[in-house]
């Protein structure tokens, strides 16, 4: 199953390309004798004017042939101090060469001691999967702006796309490898389990809540932030019932290990802590039924999360979701607002519409602190009331 995912740009510790990762030590050789010194200087000297023609033409843009390959800024590690605590905490480069098993191996990691050895401030981390541009990026830029050190952004787009936002902005940098995705596929579930592996490589992360480029904040980031970090349990819509859509989407081949009493379906926009987010990474035993057996006309995406947290961490589940949707209109996908369709009252009505929930088992009317789906267009009438009635 995990030979399956394709790799980008991946070099292995064996292929030539390999100079930034390991360079070869110059060998010291000082009996070589003088003839043997000038036919090398010959050799190196021809070596270096060809090296240097060929370098005049990819010189504009790259310094050498390694870093055509593997541009230095993006893919070394560390800075030379490879084995140091800063790094290992906080890897400062989202782009890495690891594949998805050795890094879900990686992201799996839990340190024994509960104290750490730094003043860790934990953070939300934003998940953002799309497939190309996020309309809503200078909304959400607004939303994060001087809370600087609270919250990471991650996001997974189409393998190619590049993301064009000015340096300031909170996506400036934050794309992470990604691989083809098709919507109902197990590639979905793939590519959430990449955002929150590589988002877990942050020790400082604490939380992690999935999004999409149609997604919008409903409250300001302090709210936000106070609401997810001091809930005893994690946002992720879990139920069942006995429809086509739910009950008729299990498969018996799934016995005996998810059995129909177990089999949960949910809204794939989850939140999750960071005991969830590990578990579901490290799980190599349920996660390979879905591929295999909730196809076709199952979507692995809505089933797997909800199930297997249904089976092992139940109990910190608040079974709902914090992300708010519409499907009043009925068929296969929900509502999608546009500019005529923003005013302070629908803003309004989403941050509380009379509804009570649960928080920390009291209740409470603010349920939901995100909303899909909107449209692009949506975006100036939505940064005209941001102030007003979200307060950011
Ligand atoms: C990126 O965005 C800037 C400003 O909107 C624009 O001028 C530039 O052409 C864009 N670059 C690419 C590669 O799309
Ligand atoms: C969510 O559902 C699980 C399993 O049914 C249950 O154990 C848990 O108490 C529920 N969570 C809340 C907050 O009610
Ligand atoms: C409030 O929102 C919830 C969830 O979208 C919906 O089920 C409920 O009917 C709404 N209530 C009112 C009074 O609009
Ligand atoms: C912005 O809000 C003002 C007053 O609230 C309104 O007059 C104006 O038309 C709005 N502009 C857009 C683009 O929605």
């Not at 004017?49 to 560390?78: K, M, W």
């Not at 936000?224 to 299990?250: N, P, T």
């Not at 209740?363 to 009635?389: D, G, H, M, Q, W």
């Amino acid at each position: 199953m995990w030979s399956d995912v394709k790799p980008i740009l991946r070099p292995r510790p064996d292929s030539n390309d390999d100079a930034d990762y390991f360079p070869s030590t110059p060998r010291k050789d000082w009996s070589i004798g003088v003839a043997k010194v000038v036919s090398f200087l010959a050799v190196f000297m021809a070596g270096l004017i060809l090296g240097s023609s060929i370098n005049a033409h990819f010189g504009r843009f790259y310094t050498s042939q390694a870093d055509l390959f593997f541009p230095r800024a993006v893919y070394s590690d560390c800075d030379g101090n490879c084995l140091s605590l800063k790094h290992f905490i906080k890897p400062s480069h989202l782009m890495h060469s690891m594949t998805d098993e050795e890094l879900f191996w990686r992201a799996s990691m839990v340190p024994r001691m509960a104290e750490y050895p730094f003043q860790r401030v934990p953070k939300v981390a934003f998940l953002f999967m799309t497939r190309g541009a996020l309309p809503f990026a200078p909304l959400w830029d607004r939303f994060f702006k001087g809370h600087e050190g609270l919250f990471s952004v991650y996001v997974h787009s189409l393998p190619d796309y590049r993301l064009n936002v000015s340096k300031e902005s909170a996506f400036h940098g934050r794309q992470i490898p990604s691989e083809e995705v098709s919507w109902g596929s197990i590639t979905l579930v793939d590519a959430e389990k990449r955002l929150l592996a590589n988002a877990l490589l942050d020790f400082s992360n604490e939380r992690f809540v999935l999004l999409s480029e149609s997604c919008i904040p409903v409250y300001n980031f302090p709210t936000v932030y106070e609401y997810l970090i001091s809930s005893a349990y994690s946002f992720v819509h879990s139920f069942f019932d006995d429809s086509k859509q739910c009950k008729g989407r299990y498969n018996r081949r799934m016995a005996p290990l998810i059995k129909l009493s177990e089999w949960r379906k949910g809204s794939q926009w989850f939140e999750l802590n960071r005991e969830l987010a590990t578990s579901i990474i490290a799980d190599r035993k349920y996660y390979p039924l879905f591929p295999k057996y909730c196809r076709p006309s199952c979507y692995p995406d809505e089933h797997y999360i909800p199930t297997y947290l249904y089976m092992f961490h139940g109990g910190s589940n608040a079974n709902r979701s914090v992300t708010w949707v519409d499907w009043s209109r009925g068929g296969p996908h929900p509502a999608m607002y546009g500019a005529k369709d923003i005013t302070v009252e629908f803003i309004q009505a989403i941050r509380n519409n009379g509804t009570k929930c649960e928080y920390n088992s009291q209740p409470t009317s603010v349920c939901y602190l995100f909303a899909r789906k909107f449209a692009p267009a949506a975006l100036e009438p939505l940064l005209n009331i941001s102030s007003t009635v979200m307060e950011f």
